[in-house]
T-cell receptor, first 113, second 115 residues
Framework: GAVVSQHPSRVICKSGTSVKIECRSL??????MFWYRQFPKKSLMLMAT?????????EQGVEKDKFLINHASLTLSTLTVTSAHPEDSSFYIC?????????FGPGTRLTVL | SQQGEEDPQALSIQEGENATMNCSYK?????LQWYRQNSGRGLVHLIL?????REKHSGRLRVTLDTSKKSSSLLITASRAADTASYFC???????????????FGTGTRLTIIP
């Protein structure tokens, strides 16, 4: 149990386009999900906390108008990277919170050309 | 928030040897967790140790926690080639605005097991 999926696993897009990444908890409901960003050979940096039915809380330095988060249901949160630029290229990982543990998705590698 | 530091940044050992990784953090914590990440993949939760615990075991894993020194160590015994991965510690940083934990990750240790 406690499986989290992400879609897509890889995406390549052109500068200026928007990309949506989905995070789903497959076998449990998660009122809270987290979005992280990871650069090559670096650690995970928390971007935002997503709560079902509420606005996301963004960490300092993360542009909320650029990284739109929608927690549409108890099993789905989406991250939309708007007007993507090459510097947005990264590995994006979500997690879903249950009891006192976070379960992580497999990640989405975004490459912006 | 400031990330914790992990030491060493990279570690290469022969298969069968033990691997020890250390993590230091800066704030008071409720618990500390260790995760493994294979290259380009998501995170796998290994073990959680609470602030009132000093040592915990799970299979070939042994975790210690010293809250007075704000440090933790992860020991992998009898290492295998499949243990090759990056290992991260993560601490809760208190309560998020929504009442649920936020995690702060350490910088990670890249472990390579040489067959």
């Amino acid at each position: 149990g406690a499986v989290v999926s992400q879609h897509p696993s890889r995406v390549i897009c052109k500068s200026g386009t928007s990309v949506k990444i989905e995070c789903r908890s497959l076998d449990f409901q998660a009122t809270t999900m987290f979005w992280y960003r990871q650069f090559p050979k670096k650690s995970l940096m928390l971007m935002a906390t997503s709560n079902e039915g509420s606005k996301a809380t963004y960490e300092q330095g993360v542009e909320k108008d650029k990284f739109l988060i929608n927690h549409a249901s108890l099993t789905l949160s989406t991250l939309t990277v708007t007007s993507a630029h090459p510097e947005d290229s990264s590995f994006y990982i979500c997690s879903a919170y249950r009891i006192d543990e976070q379960f992580f998705g497999p990640g989405t590698r975004l490459t912006v050309l | 928030s400031q990330q914790g530091e992990e030491d060493p940044q990279a570690l290469s050992i022969q298969e069968g040897e033990n691997a020890t990784m250390n993590c230091s953090y800066k704030t008071s914590i409720n618990n500390l967790q260790w995760y493994r990440q294979n290259s380009g993949r998501g995170l796998v939760h290994l073990i959680l140790i609470r602030s009132n615990e000093r040592e915990k075991h799970s299979g070939r894993l042994r975790v210690t926690l010293d809250t007075s020194k704000k440090s933790s160590s992860l020991l992998i015994t009898a290492s295998r080639a499949a243990d090759t991965a990056s290992y991260f510690c993560a601490t809760d940083e208190g309560i998020s605005n929504f009442g649920n934990e936020k995690l702060t990750f350490g910088t990670g240790t890249r472990l390579t097991i040489i067959p």
